[in-house]
């Protein structure tokens, strides 16, 4: 199966540097480009790619606005949608998660975890990369004082969405755990019913907003 990309970024030089990334796997295709913010709603609108791949920083409509009519709550049918920013721009990359997207990419992190975000988003799992994902929620969640907030969470799930908030992907969270993962999953969409996220970016982003990360 190929995986169907829309690239927008106001870059064309970097535009053209991701293509050649993502092209040189086998698995996946470029449909479209965009240059800016409404061009890549519109084109996403038009051609249903599986994966967004959408610049933080656009003209006319940047990265968390595209998100957000992409994939945000209010949208019906969303589409995955993956940030690719820079650390120092955290606070935007931390907006998009909340508004939809299902991942971020750091410009710098290599052409591998590129290629990795984008079949990571397709497969319906988002990329959440220890070396990347912890600095950047950690250092948003702001601190707090006092107990650690109660929540619906069973312990088993707690220990699950702690280990999704250090990175862990669904077998080393199985592995961590001595569970299947079969289990880990079930365990997941428990945790995503209960508290009414969407995916695994969601998930990381609960547990350390809801201090879960101080009780270990």
Known sequence: MTIRVLLADDQAMIRDGLRRILESSPDLTVVAEASDGVEAVEAARRLRPDVCLVDIRMPRLDGLDVTRSLAGPGVADPLKVVVVTTFDLDEYVYGALRGGAVGFVLKDAGPALLVEAVRSAHAGDALISPSVTLRLLSHLTPPASGPVRPHPLSERETEVARSVA???????????????????????????????????VEVAAWAWENRLMDAV
């Open 166 to 200: 250090r990175g862990r992907t669904n077998q080393e969270t199985a592995d961590e755990l001595f569970i299947s993962v079969s289990t880990v999953k079930g365990h997941m969409s428990s945790i995503q019913a209960k508290l009414n996220l969407r995916n695994r």
